[in-house]
């Protein structure tokens, strides 16, 4: 009989709906059950792509005596953290703070107080390499629940007590100048791979945040050896395992440091902010690799992660079936040398092999390799290996398919925006473009109410009942100012604002400028969440500064100029100590000093061709976090356009900077030179 998630938008929680454990989904109610039956909270927290969550849920909460137990003892919450990232936040630092580390799925014991007293993530089934079954570990915290309550609920009040007194290094309201960015690139040189590009070791994880930092600040002082770390970093993982070679799009990370296998779960954000970043190095660079893996990145996020009503789905599965009833990670995407002969025959398949590193000891397991794009001497047939690419694709297609995790994430969709309409806008593409706007309709009919708050999730239409968290309402206004710039569509500009409005108003501290992940009126837990580093995505708090500063660049408003800069504080302070872990703070402190460039282009009509020419121009233009504007002498659209009139009655571009004009121009190149300096 299904518990009480069958009712859950969430396709991790409705993956449980049919668990013996009696789940409950976080509320209220809950822990007034658990202060009714006065038992503790068993709270187990993952996300529908996660592999051990999965295991953790057949090997325990599926097993009938482990859930027995746990009815009988505890009150059961299982909580999407993709839906609710503010409880995923404040009891992930309790549990790092705990054990110094951390992952999902994440096993948290509470009082009904909802204060933590045991922490843990995966729980085996038995014991193993140290680590208690699932059903000791349940056991050991209930007899100390039931022998040493007064102990446990201390210890649970000093736990929270030492969240609530832990302060982050804000740095003062400075934003960070020429010095702390030099160094900050001075501290990503020591940790860089040049053999391999990326940073650090294994697991190595697709630095998309750091490598936009790169290319700003290569845009912005000339620097070769930032352009180079993030021109060699992208070829390496562009060639290698993580990245999809037959249908585009990039995995979660490698666990290798040499980018050959994968987890092999595909992330929304990932694949919008590498879309991105590919887009932006061929816009600096013109590299055909580039614009390939930009292209192809999109098309994957828009054929696999598009839903029916026009938003983008969060994540496909790393496991699917493996063609005997077994669910196993990687099977969808993994060759074998038997396989392609199969498919292709033996002289294709051998050109195959070769030509994307599948071998007959495999690089995977059990034999089969991922397909990668080895560095080999010779040229091949382009028009053969296109058609080897796309009879393998084809065939994959036959394959049973991972999963797909549904759910529409506001903050995850604004990256996706931004990603669509620059890929498309860069390499004449409407049809991305048009992608682009039918996930901000979604966004703007179904998650923003009439004050123009915004809700967290949807599913298959139907809005989640989470409220947004301040990334969703950075990501969203990103994704919506890329919009503006892109179709000269002011509205966009507009939406950007009214939840900019929301930053300003409900989740900035006014006196420090520092920024919560909450809002002030959000639903209480032990500690209001506030984290400044940029981990798989934007933080909040860096993707608010880059929003902010690009309205007021748009607009001229001082309170969101004041807001971006204060905000930015904390960049001065971690960029060059932590620089890895602050990529796009310290992307949008480029921005800042750089201006950022307004660009106004106005022609007598959108169509028209040489105002066309302009608008592209700005647009391809790689000077840091540049805004434009793009409509009619006249036009009302955007404030930058006011009081910019054609010149000599063809179309022109305003350039400012620092509250500095240069002479309009009407010839692109003069654009693009001044758009270069």
């Not at 446990?152 to 832990?166: E, S």
């Not at 070829?235 to 990039?250: K, S």
């Not at 390499?427 to 708050?453: I, N, Q, S, T, Y």
């Not at 000093?593 to 608008?615: K, N, Q, S, T």
């Amino acid at each position: 009989m299904p518990n009480r998630l069958a009712q859950e938008t969430s396709p991790y929680l409705l993956q449980h709906a049919d668990n013996p454990v009696d789940w409950w989904p976080w509320s209220s109610e809950a822990f007034e059950e658990a202060r009714r039956r006065g038992v503790p909270v068993h709270l187990s927290v993952g996300y529908s792509s996660c592999h051990w969550c999965h295991v953790l849920a057949a090997e325990s909460f599926q097993d009938e005596a482990v859930a027995d137990y746990l009815n009988e003892h505890f009150v059961s919450v299982k909580v999407d953290r993709e839906e609710r990232p503010d409880v995923d936040a404040v009891y992930m630092e309790a549990v790092q703070a705990a054990t110094g580390q951390g992952g999902w799925p994440m096993t948290v014991f509470l009082t009904p107080e909802a204060e933590p007293f045991y922490f843990g993530t995966y729980f085996p089934p038995a014991p193993r390499q140290g680590m208690p079954s699932f059903r000791q570990v349940l056991q050991g915290v209930q007899q100390a629940w039931e022998t040493r309550r007064e102990e446990v609920t201390d210890v649970a009040g000093k736990i929270v007590r030492d969240l609530a007194q832990r302060e982050i290094d804000y740095g003062g309201t400075r934003t960070p100048g020429g010095e702390e960015l030099g160094q900050a690139l001075l501290a990503l040189t020591r940790e860089y791979d040049p053999q391999r590009g990326g940073f650090g070791g294994a697991p190595k994880f697709p630095p998309s945040m750091v490598l936009e930092f790169l290319l700003r600040h290569h845009a912005r002082t000339g620097s070769e050896g930032a352009l180079q770390m993030a021109r060699d970093t992208c070829e390496r993982m562009a060639r290698g395992g993580i990245y999809d070679q037959l249908g585009g799009g990039f995995a979660r990370y490698s666990v290798d440091r040499d980018w050959v296998v994968p987890h092999f779960e595909k992330m929304l954000y990932d694949n919008a902010l590498l879309c991105r970043v590919y887009a932006h190095l061929w816009r600096t660079t013109g590299s055909e690799l580039a614009r390939r893996v930009a292209l192809e990145t999109a098309d994957f996020m828009v054929r696999e992660l598009r839903t029916e009503q026009g938003g983008f789905a969060s994540a496909l599965d790393a496991d699917s079936d493996d063609g005997t009833g077994g669910h196993v990670e990687g099977a969808y995407y993994v060759w074998t040398p038997g396989q392609l002969r199969e498919v292709l025959g033996a002289e294709d398949a051998e050109l195959a092999a070769q030509y994307f590193g599948v071998t007959e000891e495999g690089t995977f397991e059990q034999g089969a390799s991922v397909l990668q794009l080895p560095v080999r001497e010779g040229v091949h047939d382009a028009a053969r290996i296109d058609a080897i690419r796309r009879r393998l694709f084809e065939a994959r297609a036959a394959r049973p398919a991972p999963g797909r995790d549904d759910k529409v994430v506001a903050a995850w969709n604004g990256l996706a925006i931004a990603a669509l309409a620059e890929t498309g806008a860069y390499f004449d593409r409407p049809d991305l473009v048009e992608a682009a706007l039918g996930a901000a309709d979604l966004l703007v009919r179904l998650h923003m109410d009439e004050h123009a708050a915004l809700g967290r999730t949807s599913r298959d239409g139907r809005a989640g009942a989470n409220a947004g968290v301040l990334e969703d309402y950075a990501d969203v206004a990103e994704g919506f100012l890329a919009l503006a710039a892109v179709t000269g569509e002011g509205v966009w500009l507009d939406f950007a604002g009214l939840l900019l409005d929301h930053v300003l108003t409900r989740f900035t501290d006014r006196e420090s400028g520092s920024l919560y992940d909450t809002a002030v009126d959000a639903e209480k837990l032990i500690r209001r969440p506030q984290d400044p580093t940029d981990n798989a995505a934007p933080s909040g708090w860096t993707a608010a500064a880059g929003a902010l500063l690009a309205y007021a660049a748009h607009t001229g408003s001082e309170p969101h100029r004041t807001a971006a800069e204060r905000a930015l504080g904390v960049v001065r302070a971690l960029g060059p100590r932590v620089p890895r872990f602050i990529g796009w703070g310290l992307a949008v402190a480029e921005a800042a000093f750089d201006g950022p460039r307004e660009v106004a282009v106005v022609g007598p009509a959108l169509a028209d061709e040489r105002a066309r020419a302009l608008h592209r121009t700005a647009l391809l233009a790689p000077a840091p976090g540049a805004v434009v504007a793009y409509g009619t002498a006249g036009s009302d659209e955007f404030p930058l356009l006011a009081d910019r009139p054609l010149v000599n009655g063809e179309p022109a571009a305003y350039v400012c900077r620092n509250f500095t004009c240069d002479a309009p121009t009407t010839d692109p190149d003069r654009l693009r030179a001044a758009l270069s300096e």
